[in-house]
């Protein structure tokens, strides 16, 4: 199921899943089209998807965005350059 743009809002994009994705074979995987932000992975497993197929992860990772927990980094920033530390220093 998919076809999102990216620029939809997240519970615009849960409603859909969780309403498209009950009537689906339970015992098919599912795979969603075009979300890949780590808020909306999560929420569409918890409603039954198996798999992803979007290119946000690979274009925030070419492009130097990291994800953690308390959301994203630009690691292209000069701050960031000679900082060896761990993105999150708690996990």
């Known amino acids: ?13 849960l409603k859909v899943v969780g309403e498209t994705g009950p009537p689906l074979p339970a015992d ?11 808020h909306d992975l999560l929420g569409a497993v918890s409603r039954g998807i198996d ?13 130097g965005k990291a994800y953690t927990r308390f959301g994203g980094i630009n690691l292209s920033n ?3 350059a000679n900082d060896p530390r761990p993105l999150d220093e708690q996990s």
């Open 1 to 13: 199921m998919g076809g999102w743009a990216g620029g939809e809002p997240h519970q615009v994009v």
């Open 28 to 38: 098919k995987p599912v795979c969603l089209m075009g979300v890949g932000t780590p």
């Open 51 to 63: 798999m992803f197929d979007c290119v946000l992860p690979t274009r925030d990772g070419r492009h």
């Open 78 to 80: 000069a701050r960031h």
